[in-house]
Structures are given as structure tokens and as C-alpha cells.
């Protein structure tokens, strides 16, 4: 196999980053579009609705359904951890 020149090499890895970065901007945007489609259908709960008890307005499973014995971990006090 040919050894590749500096320049060569070089231009690789421009061509890396650059399809890196085209990647992650595409993704963004796909994000984006989704969240703003669950935006406009009502799909997030608020925290009161969490708190209630509300189903996922996705899957119809409770968010908080109070199982588990352990408290979520930024509400634990050191002795706790």
C-alpha cells in the first residue's frame, strides 16, 4: 500500500471533520424538527401533569409512577449516595 503524503493526509482529515460536522448539523436539525412536531401536538407533559401522575402522551405508561425505593439522584443528601 502507497504511503500517503502529508498533504494527502491532511486532506483527509479536513474531509473528516468537515463530513463530522455536516453529520452533527443534520442531526440537530432533525432534532429540532421533531421536537418542534411534539411542540405542536401536545406531546410534553408539564411537571404538574408528571407529578399527578399523567400516562406518556407516546408509550401510555405513567412518567412518575412512584416505584422504586430509591430518590432520584439529585435529591439525595450525601449519607444517602
Sequence with gaps: ???L???E??????SRRRK??????????RR???RRE???NGMYLSRAEINAGAACRGCGLPVADGLGRWP???QM???AA
Design 5 to 7: 503524503t502529508e498533504e
Design 38 to 40: 411534539w411542540e405542536a
Design 72 to 74: 432520584p439522584l439529585l
Design 9 to 14: 493526509k491532511a486532506r483527509r482529515a479536513l
Design 20 to 29: 463530522a460536522a455536516l453529520e452533527a448539523e443534520q442531526d440537530e436539525i
Design 77 to 79: 443528601d450525601t449519607n
Design 32 to 34: 429540532e424538527a421533531r
Design 1 to 3: 500500500m502507497a504511503k
